[in-house]
């Protein structure tokens, strides 16, 4: 088997780095060693930013019609590549490949959003804003942005960002996961293959030491981040530190609320596909169900526990079983298959019943594979570790209220406000649920309460430190300043 060696790409020529070693990047699903990727060092970092810095100024003078074509070349070269694409995305992160084209189709999603640029980036004018005043406001682009991307969605999380920043006359980074820096490589393959000029998008690969360059270097002007609540901290302290714009979206412990007149069968399915997927390690996956009233406890904790056991778990280029649409494939690692068990022994050890156990899982072929099963556990109190922690992985805990209150304050409890959704028939519940829950994105009767792109994607409380949020069109404010003209012209002597 070849051992693809990632490089770096900048100034629009892929570059073996200058590096300070270099990582494995192994197939969680078999544990074999599938590529290497550099550790880049910070002069390597500084040289894409330089890149990014000087292609600014003629891109930002590029009329924004002409921008965005770029972007429709890609979007064509992504299509036909698609399954390319999606199999080297299951190869190297391990969810399901009907999951991986499902992220291929987000990408789509923005990139079309931001060929709308010619529209999304207009300006205002007011005539008359006093005597013989006009009033305007132009959104310019303000330089170099960067992303720092996270190892569970390497295909769709940049393209939150990237096709809105260059649309919009910026220039970019991304910094790729070094868990799963393939996926970008590949994408970058097609990017170099547009009319995109030299230096607008560069690929940099390596570990926290480029991250750290970047929100250090004065030349980049914003940063965004998918990541842990302890590390978009740190990332929004430095970058309020050095004056540059970020978003950094951070950890979440999503809720599913069953209300007694929800439907049974249909929410079923929608659990399993919400808690399930990606093996949990999506921000937006479920990890907490809140039953409401005795009757739909003891439904929810029968019934989802029976569902449970029916999920599928393989390796998910398994020709036998890939097209199947609920696989669950391995987590990403040994260190995260190790916190999750930690955390299941922490269940336990606090008193809740384990209802059903995914350790110990074994797949001929994949014994060295990352993998842990379905989870359960029922007698779940608030303020648990295992209610309150974000596991990032396929472990569930059911939780039992009196009442819709009930239910809206245990989610308002906790600090993370990514998402949250009801299940339910009754219009009032529903309102009452989007009004009072402090969540950025709700569903209703929907599992996974993911926005299209057309609209934005963002939580609240821990789970976001941004004043904007991803994608659609709220971030033309991100990556434009507003720049507000008073103007007024006298006649002309005669």
Same mark, same amino acid.
């Given at each position: 088997?070849?051992?693809?060696? *990632?490089?770096?790409?900048?100034?629009? =020529?892929?570059?073996?780095?200058?590096?300070?070693?270099?990582?494995?990047?192994?197939?969680?699903?078999?544990?074999?060693?599938?590529?290497?990727?550099?550790?880049?060092?910070?002069?390597?970092?500084?040289? @894409? +930013?330089?890149?990014?810095?000087?292609?600014?100024?003629?891109?930002?003078?590029?009329?924004?019609? $002409?921008r965005?074509?770029?972007?429709?070349?890609?979007?064509?070269?992504?299509?036909?590549?698609?399954?390319? +694409?999606?199999?080297?995305? *299951?190869?190297?992160?391990?969810?399901?490949?009907?999951?991986? =084209?499902?992220?291929?189709?987000?990408?789509?999603?923005n990139?079309?959003?931001?060929?709308?640029?010619?529209?999304?980036?207009?300006?205002?004018?007011?005539?008359?804003?006093?005597?013989?005043?006009?009033?305007?406001?132009?959104?310019?682009?303000?330089?170099?942005?960067?992303?720092?991307?996270?190892?569970?969605?390497?295909?769709?999380? %940049?393209?939150?960002?990237?096709?809105?920043?260059?649309?919009?006359?910026?220039?970019? +980074?991304?910094?790729?996961?070094?868990?799963?820096?393939?996926?970008? !490589?590949?994408?970058?393959?097609?990017?170099?293959?547009?009319?995109?000029?030299?230096?607008?998008?560069?690929?940099?690969?390596?570990?926290k *030491?480029?991250?750290?360059?970047?929100?250090?270097?004065?030349? *980049?002007?914003?940063?965004?981040?998918?990541?842990?609540t =302890?590390?978009?901290?740190?990332?929004?302290?430095?970058?309020?530190?050095?004056?540059? $714009?970020? !978003?950094?979206?951070?950890?979440?412990?999503?809720?599913l609320?069953?209300?007694?007149?929800?439907k049974?069968?249909?929410?079923?399915?929608?659990?399993?596909?919400?808690?399930?997927?990606?093996?949990? !390690? =999506?921000?937006?996956a479920?990890?907490?169900?809140?039953?409401?009233?005795?009757?739909?406890?003891?439904?929810?904790?029968?019934?989802?526990?029976?569902?449970?056991?029916?999920?599928?778990?393989?390796?998910?280029?398994?020709?036998?079983?890939?097209?199947?649409?609920?696989?669950?494939? %391995?987590?990403?690692? @040994?260190?995260?298959?190790?916190?999750?068990?930690?955390?299941?022994?922490?269940?336990?050890?606090?008193?809740?019943?384990?209802?059903?156990?995914?350790?110990?899982?074994?797949?001929?072929?994949?014994?060295?594979?990352?993998?842990?099963?379905?989870?359960?556990?029922?007698?779940?109190?608030?303020?648990?570790?295992?209610?309150?922690?974000?596991?990032? &992985?396929?472990?569930?805990?059911i939780?039992?209220?009196?009442?819709l209150?009930?239910?809206?304050?245990?989610?308002?409890?906790l600090?993370?406000?990514?998402?949250?959704?009801?299940?339910?028939?009754?219009?009032y519940?529903?309102?009452?649920?989007?009004?009072?829950?402090e969540?950025?994105?709700?569903?209703?009767?929907?599992? +996974?309460?993911?926005?299209?792109?057309?609209?934005p994607?963002? &939580?609240?409380?821990?789970?976001?430190?941004?004043?904007?949020?991803?994608?659609?069109?709220?971030?033309?404010?991100?990556?434009?300043?507003?720049?507000?003209i008073?103007?007024?012209?006298?006649?002309?002597?005669?």
């Amino acid at each position: 088997m070849s051992i693809n060696t *990632v490089k770096n790409y900048i100034n629009g =020529r892929w570059v073996t780095p200058e590096n300070d070693g270099y990582l494995d990047i192994e197939n969680p699903s078999t544990g074999q060693i599938i590529g290497k990727v550099p550790l880049s060092t910070p002069d390597e970092t500084n040289r @894409a +930013i330089n890149a990014a810095a000087e292609a600014f100024n003629a891109w930002s003078q590029t009329p924004v019609g $002409r921008r965005v074509q770029p972007l429709f070349q890609l979007d064509a070269l992504l299509r036909e590549n698609e399954e390319k +694409i999606a199999r080297t995305l *299951v190869e190297e992160m391990g969810k399901s490949l009907p999951d991986a =084209r499902a992220e291929m189709k987000r990408i789509f999603e923005n990139i079309e959003v931001a060929c709308n640029m010619p529209v999304l980036q207009q300006g205002d004018k007011l005539i008359g804003a006093s005597f013989g005043i006009d009033g305007e406001v132009i959104r310019l682009p303000i330089g170099v942005f960067a992303m720092i991307a996270p190892f569970n969605f390497p295909a769709m999380v %940049p393209f939150w960002f990237l096709p809105y920043a260059i649309a919009t006359g910026n220039t970019y +980074i991304v910094k790729a996961s070094e868990q799963v820096p393939l996926t970008m !490589q590949l994408i970058t393959e097609y990017i170099n293959q547009t009319d995109l000029p030299k230096g607008v998008f560069n690929l940099v690969n390596g570990d926290k *030491v480029v991250g750290q360059t970047i929100i250090e270097n004065p030349l *980049v002007k914003g940063v965004s981040l998918v990541g842990s609540t =302890r590390t978009c901290k740190i990332v929004s302290e430095k970058c309020a530190q050095n004056q540059k $714009r970020y !978003q950094t979206m951070g950890s979440a412990k999503n809720h599913l609320v069953a209300m007694p007149d929800a439907k049974v069968d249909d929410m079923l399915r929608n659990m399993i596909t919400s808690c399930y997927g990606c093996a949990g !390690q =999506r921000c937006m996956a479920a990890s907490a169900i809140v039953a409401v009233g005795n009757d739909m406890y003891k439904t929810i904790c029968d019934k989802f526990v029976e569902a449970s056991k029916d999920v599928l778990v393989a390796n998910p280029l398994d020709p036998k079983v890939a097209d199947e649409s609920m696989l669950m494939g %391995p987590v990403i690692s @040994a260190k995260s298959k190790q916190f999750i068990l930690d955390m299941i022994e922490t269940g336990i050890a606090e008193g809740a019943t384990l209802a059903l156990d995914g350790r110990g899982i074994v797949l001929p072929g994949c014994e060295n594979g990352y993998f842990i099963g379905p989870t359960v556990f029922t007698d779940v109190s608030p303020g648990m570790e295992i209610h309150s922690t974000e596991i990032f &992985g396929p472990v569930v805990v059911i939780l039992k209220a009196g009442s819709l209150d009930e239910a809206i304050q245990i989610i308002n409890n906790l600090e993370y406000g990514n998402g949250a959704s009801i299940y339910t028939q009754n219009g009032y519940y529903a309102r009452k649920f989007k009004l009072e829950t402090e969540c950025g994105m709700i569903g209703i009767n929907v599992g +996974i309460p993911a926005p299209v792109a057309y609209l934005p994607f963002g &939580g609240m409380k821990a789970s976001l430190f941004a004043d904007i949020k991803a994608q659609g069109k709220a971030i033309i404010n991100f990556f434009t300043e507003d720049k507000i003209i008073t103007e007024r012209f006298w006649p002309e002597s005669s």
